[in-house]
């Protein structure tokens, strides 16, 4: 599975940092990097994006505002350089807050959680029909259920 992204940062080294991260991770596809909100406001009409690292403090148009503005909100992780909107950002459905300078092992937990959501929410979006969710090494799994006619018996396929 791979995630159509896009970076957005006004600090054009900070932006370059991230976008080599971006590329170097096999599940990341490079949309666009956008310098401001404004911008990246114009840019999201065109592009299909499942996923927005975005700073916050930008000029004109921060990224809260940014984010208050867009139709159609794809998954965000914050990348900035202030702890003091972490609360402030999960009240956006932040999937992840990333604090400047970024590890390439913080990034890539970062990167993990908005894949696992994404696919949270494909399966979400899947055939609907009956199915059972089933606890495995610790994690839930959905289990779609499906009788074969014919038989007295349930198949779990």
Same mark, same amino acid.
């Given at each position: 599975m791979t995630l159509n992204c896009v970076v957005v940062d006004d600090s054009a080294i900070q932006r370059l940092s991230i976008v080599k991260l971006v590329e170097n991770h096999p599940s990341l596809n490079l949309i666009a990097e956008y310098s401001s909100a404004l911008e990246t406001k114009n840019g999201l009409n065109t592009h299909q994006v499942d996923l927005i690292f975005l700073d916050i403090e930008m000029p004109v148009l921060n990224g809260f505002e940014l984010l208050d503005v +867009?139709?159609?909100? #794809?998954?965000?992780?914050? !990348?900035?350089g202030k702890?003091?909107? @972490?609360? /402030? @950002? &999960?009240?956006? *459905?932040?999937? *992840?807050? +990333?604090? /400047? #300078?970024?590890t390439k092992e913080r990034f890539n937990t970062s990167v993990e959680k908005a894949l696992e959501q994404h696919k949270l929410t494909l399966d &979400?979006?899947?055939?609907?029909?009956?199915?059972? &969710?089933? /606890?495995?090494?610790l994690k839930k799994r959905k289990v779609i259920l499906r009788i074969l006619n014919? +038989? /007295?018996? +349930? !198949?779990?396929?």
């Open positions: +867009l139709n159609k909100k #794809p998954q965000i992780i914050f !990348v900035t702890t003091e909107y @972490a609360f /402030k @950002a &999960f009240n956006y *459905d932040a999937t *992840d807050y +990333l604090h /400047k #300078p970024i &979400f979006h899947e055939e609907e029909g009956e199915h059972i &969710f089933v /606890k495995s090494n014919g +038989l /007295k018996h +349930l !198949v779990i396929m």
